[in-house]
């Protein structure tokens, strides 16, 4: 079993930058694979970034070049790092894992959820 626990969420202005954190408790054995996805008011949810447990991320065409997924392996933490914020990320973004070595983005894979983190970007 595994809990994950996001935190880092808030309201910036366009341009901005925040960092999600995943805390993550329980048995994390290999071939974890760790991700982030956001779920706007009215739209799917969609996947963000990925990363397996050889650091080999995905990131969606919407944030490449603004968002960087990163793992601290000794912490069991997740971060989203997001840059040149746009009032199209606002979302509810979540923090899943799955066991399995293929990191897909496809959110109905993933078995383990955090409680959300709300991000609101301003124009």
């Known amino acids: 079993q595994v809990q994950l626990v996001e935190s880092g969420g808030g309201s910036v202005q366009a341009g901005g930058s925040l960092r999600l954190s995943c805390a993550a408790y329980?048995?994390?054995?290999?071939?974890?694979?760790m991700g982030w996805f956001r779920q706007a008011p009215g739209k799917q949810r969609e996947g963000v970034a990925t990363?397996?447990?050889?650091?080999?991320?995905k990131l969606a065409d919407s944030v490449k070049g603004r968002f960087t997924i990163s793992i601290d392996n000794a912490k069991n933490t997740l971060y989203l790092e997001m840059n040149s914020l746009e009032p199209e990320d606002t979302a509810m973004y979540y923090c899943?894992?799955?066991?399995?070595?293929?990191?897909?983005?496809?959110?109905?894979?993933?078995?383990?959820w955090g409680q959300g983190t709300q991000v609101t970007v301003s124009s």
């Open positions: 329980g048995h994390i054995g290999s071939g974890i694979c």
């Open positions: 899943a894992a799955k066991y399995g070595y293929s990191c897909t983005t496809n959110y109905l894979t993933y078995a383990y």
């Open positions: 990363i397996d447990s050889g650091a080999l991320t």
